[in-house]
């Protein structure tokens, strides 16, 4: 078994002459030990099981440049997954510093014993810097990121201070092709490597990742290769404190592997109370380490090596204007909302695969770890939804991105779609499907969406929009799964879709000349509005009056009072209980006017039932009784239900209302009807509800702004209680939980960054932009013809 001279908390690390030696190639350096001559394995293999870090993220980037095909995360004061080559591909688990007092051999690290901040650092760019100061305020770490715009490497700036003498040590945890087994990690050259099968990275340094050329063990340093949770450094440094003589690993194959090395700093910067001072009045550089990946380790080695030599400065700059150059071509809206909205408009393009084009994950996270280990293939929410890529691409329209929707139009054509017109549930962007129900809903937003991007052309019609019509006209209204992706039945959500979805494909057939296929679209669609309320609407409810929308009715009888499982171990209940906001799709797609009756009692029904009022403002949860979310008493989600979860409020529900507010807005204003539709006469009472219903719809956008977190990402959802738990599942649930602000769930997620620009956008144009004006003129003005 080798073993270092000194081990990890040598003595001579602290040797005030070493620390102000300088070293041959910069102030810092990372000391990688190695023995040539007698290469050791590490033993214990595979290791303890892996788990995805936290999904609530308070960063992410990638530069706005094809060429560099790398994208980055961050959370809990840690760089978090690194996808490459493609968006659907996540290859770390975490980067992190540890660090060691070599008096009292206290082990602390970023993600336990720091209080984290993020700060984007320009309004204009996906930029960003992590602030962790420990718990013990004896020390702090500032790390700002970027990316090189022409290859697949990270680039940190790294900041250490300390009130005193401290050890600091780089903690790499590579979860390599979305699993976090099957890894194999090793020194070479002066380099961190890791491999699985066709993804390897490479971790070096600037100033120096120093190889002992003698072969002989660095007294000063030690790197070492171990099985998670067995032997690797950070477990060695706990499980032995004060023991200098750990063991040292050249290589660890074949299991879930940490790498981890030791940073000699030449000088160290101190600080007291609010004053920096330094050791002899010098000057501190911070420390450059590059993350590089590819398909070999030659060539992940050589991409970061590249990247390293280029430096930091000069790769920052052209990271910032890849993005700023962007942002100079996005609308303006209300100054308040300025900053948040590039910010959404940056997330939702850097979204977008850079091989796969059109391809927009839902989000860059896998939500409470993935489940009961994330040793094999875990997929989380970095996969293809076509309903998430739906309201992706309505954003971009919004933006005049037209371009970014017609790319996404193309991928759900060419690798979702299926032969019999049917999409899957979920899907990799290769178009492997993930999940077996057919939602029915994503089957319809494609059509939606082919009408507003006006691809009307006879090629498309023949081979796309006819087959997804007809298997709606054939399989709907009914769905296997409503849009919250657990129960079958007929919901006024996916009946909404469906409905303008058929309308749609009816208006491109009559441009195409099949007046036979629109005919037969149209008397499916006049059925299905005709009906909606006899099938997802009761009379004898429990609430209001007892005439309402559900959330669904499994058999289209909602008077039935059959009983309903809600997904999650949320319980059962009798399915007149269970109400959400979904059947304000029915007014946004334009099948029902904004003052329907019945539309107006269903709200007040939801919320007296599911709208909680935060400090951040009002939001909704999905439906009652939900089950998905972490726990009140500090638990994370899990998948098994071996507990109850907790479903919590969701942002974008505040966005949806904010849209049915704003449709209210219009109609009154006369915008989207004709005054003699409206029937109103009153002047002065109509300018008092425009103000009233434009004013509520732009409370919503302020709820959203505020949700955001520090990085400005907007989450899933949002914690739902002035109580926070006293014990949290720390990595997977945020350690600065609020009421009102993001838990454990995706953030930012897709679907709230675009409901963000579309409501700002909508707002700015006073109306909502993406209602089918089609499906509009025929139910809501009354003109079939």
């Known amino acids: 078994m080798l073993k270092a001279v000194t081990g990890f908390v040598s003595k001579k690390v602290f040797d005030r002459d070493f620390i102000f030696a300088p070293l041959r190639l910069g102030v810092f350096a990372l000391i990688l030990s190695a023995a040539a001559q007698s290469q050791t394995l590490a033993p214990g293999g595979p290791g303890r099981d892996s788990q995805w870090p936290g999904a609530g993220k308070q960063g992410v980037g990638t530069s706005n440049t094809l060429e560099s095909k790398i994208w980055f995360t961050l959370g809990n004061g840690m760089l978090t997954e690194v996808f490459y080559p493609q968006v659907d591909t996540a290859n770390v688990n975490q980067l992190q510093f540890v660090v060691v007092d070599p008096k009292t051999k206290k082990v602390e690290t970023e993600l336990a014993d720091a209080v984290h901040r993020v700060k984007p650092l320009r309004p204009d760019s996906l930029s960003f810097q992590q602030i962790n100061t420990a718990k013990s305020n004896e020390w702090k770490i500032t790390k700002t990121y970027t990316v090189d715009v022409e290859r697949a490497s990270i680039l940190i700036n790294i900041t250490f201070e300390t009130k005193k003498k401290l050890n600091l040590f780089v903690y790499y945890d590579p979860s390599l092709k979305n699993s976090g087994m099957h890894d194999s990690a090793w020194i070479q050259g002066g380099a ?125 700059a052209e990271y910032d204007k890849s993005w700023t150059d962007y942002v100079k071509t996005l609308p303006k809206v209300d100054a308040k909302y300025q900053n948040q909205f590039n910010m959404a408009a940056m997330v939702l393009k850097a979204f977008e695969d850079k091989t796969t084009r059109g391809g927009n994950v839902a989000s860059l996270s896998t939500p409470w770890g993935g489940g009961n280990n994330g040793n094999e293939t875990t997929t989380g929410y970095h996969l293809v939804w076509s309903r998430d890529l739906y309201q992706v691409a309505t954003a971009a329209m919004a933006l005049g991105d037209k371009a970014a929707a017609e790319r996404a139009l193309e991928f759900l054509f060419k690798y979702q779609q299926r032969a019999d017109g049917s999409f899957p549930q979920i899907s990799f962007l290769d178009g492997r499907q993930v999940g077996d129900s057919i939602q029915m809903d994503e089957v319809s937003f494609p059509l939606i969406l082919a009408y507003q991007l006006g691809k009307t052309d006879k090629k498309t019609y023949e081979q796309n929009i006819k087959r997804s019509a007809d298997y709606i006209a054939k399989n709907g209204p009914f769905s296997q799964q409503e849009r919250w992706e657990e129960k079958a039945g007929f919901s006024p959500s996916t009946i909404a879709a469906e409905i303008a979805g058929l309308v749609c494909a009816a208006e491109i057939a009559r441009l195409n000349n099949d007046t036979a296929s629109a005919e037969r679209w149209l008397e499916k669609a006049d059925e299905w509005q005709a009906n909606v309320e006899k099938w997802t609407a009761t009379t004898t409810g429990k609430y209001g009056d007892g005439n309402y929308y559900l959330r669904l009715s499994q058999k289209g009888k909602p008077d039935s009072g059959e009983k309903i499982e809600i997904g999650n171990g949320g319980g059962i209940f009798d399915e007149r209980e269970i109400v959400d906001a979904g059947f304000l799709e029915l007014v946004r797609l334009g099948i029902k006017a904004p003052d329907d009756s019945l539309i107006q009692k269903s709200l007040r029904v939801v919320d007296a039932v599911i709208r909680v009022d ?19 008493d500090g638990k994370r989600w899990n998948w098994d239900t071996t507990w109850r979860g907790n479903g919590h409020p969701w942002p974008l529900l505040a966005g949806e209302r904010g849209q049915y507010e704003l449709a209210n807005y219009a109609w009154f204003k006369g915008r989207e009807t004709p005054s003699s539709v409206r029937g109103r006469s009153n002047l002065k009472a109509e300018l008092q509800n425009q103000r009233l219903w434009l004013g509520r719809a732009e409370r919503r956008l302020d709820a959203l702004l505020a949700f955001a977190n520090d990085g400005l990402m907007i989450p899933e959802q949002v914690w739902d209680k002035p109580e926070i738990p006293k014990t949290i599942d720390l990595g997977f649930i945020p350690s600065s939980l609020k009421f009102g602000e993001g838990n454990g769930s995706a953030t930012p997620l897709a679907w709230s960054m675009a409901q963000f620009v579309r409501l700002a956008l909508n707002l700015k144009a006073g109306r909502n932009l993406e209602t089918p004006d089609v499906v509009y003129r025929r139910y809501v003005e009354g003109k079939k013809n």
Do not use: M
């Not at 002989?216 to 340093?221: F, N, R, T």
């Not at 099985?227 to 040292?248: A, E, I, M």
């Not at 935060?614 to 009140?632: A, F, I, K, S």
């Open 614 to 632: 935060t400090p951040n403002g009002e939001v909704w949860y999905r439906y009652n009784h939900d089950g998905y979310g972490d726990t009140y």
């Open 192 to 316: 961190l490597l890791a491999q699985d099968d066709n993804i390897a990275s490479a971790l070096v340094a600037n100033p120096s990742f120093n190889r002992n050329i003698s072969n002989e063990v660095v007294a000063e340093g030690l790197s070492t290769n171990g099985f998670f949770g067995v032997n690797d450094g950070l477990t060695q440094l706990k499980n032995k404190p004060g023991d200098v003589n750990l063991d040292s690993y050249d290589k660890a194959e074949n299991g879930n592997v940490v790498q981890v090395s030791t940073i000699n700093p030449t000088k160290y910067r101190t600080y007291y109370r609010q004053s920096v001072i330094t050791y002899a009045g010098e000057p501190i550089e911070p420390f450059t380490i590059a993350l590089g990946f590819g398909k070999t380790p030659e060539e992940a080695l050589k991409t970061a090596q590249i990247s390293l030599q280029k430096g930091f400065k000069k790769c920052q």
